[in-house]
């Protein structure tokens, strides 16, 4: 449930295009054509700007910024621009500052959310999952490792890394009171990592 465009809807993907409803009834405001490989469309949508979405889907498809302008009752979407310079597959990614983050088909990317220009592309995490905190993107990747990331434009700079888990691991990590938890579909663990 967002806010976009001044009006509080669904903003929901679905196997073959993107929508928003009412809260109340359900009904359509809007759509737009989201066609992917097998109909896989797995990253939640984002709110970007007062009247922008931005989607993206893996299996080579890549990502769009939409922008929302009144008509009649509901919206009609157009374009902003498309590009397949981030591919989210099932990990959603995070704004900060004008950027998205996000694993690129496994591969942690910074695209510029105005243009869709590629800014960067390093760091080979898998299909894990990215967290924003304090300036910084932890990034709990495949293999059970946490990288912490400077989510800065200018250049791919990650600060450390350090092994926490083991096997195949596609959970969210979170944070709560100074603890990063993390787990997979055997393991789980917390670490301190607030300051003393």
């Known amino acids: 449930m967002v806010t976009v465009g001044g ?6 993907v679905t196997a073959g295009r993107v929508v928003g409803l009412t809260v109340e009834e359900g009904r359509l405001l809007w759509e737009f054509p989201w066609v992917t490989h097998m109909g896989i469309n797995c990253t939640e949508p984002m709110v970007v700007g ?20 009144p008509r009649g009752n509901g919206f009609e979407p157009r ?24 694993l690129d088909e496994g591969i942690l990317a910074c695209i510029d959310v105005a243009t869709g220009d590629l800014k960067w592309k390093g760091g080979r995490y898998g299909y894990g999952q990215v967290l924003l905190a304090s300036g910084h ?6 293999d059970g490792d946490v990288a912490l990331v400077r989510a800065s434009p200018e250049r791919f700079q990650e600060v450390s890394r350090f092994s926490v888990l083991s096997g195949k691991t596609w959970n969210n990590p979170a944070i709560s009171d100074g603890l990063l938890l993390v ?11 607030g300051v003393e």
């Open 7 to 12: 009006r509080r809807q669904l903003l929901i």
């Open 79 to 102: 374009v902003v621009w498309a590009n397949n310079r981030m591919k989210n597959k099932f990990n959603d990614p995070v704004l900060y500052e004008g950027h998205i983050y996000g």
């Open 50 to 69: 007062p009247n922008r979405v931005y989607v993206s889907s893996g299996y080579d498809h890549g990502a769009a910024v939409l922008e929302l302008a």
């Open 137 to 142: 993107l932890v990034v709990l990747t495949e």
């Open 183 to 193: 787990r997979n579909e055997t393991e789980m663990a917390a670490f301190r990592i």
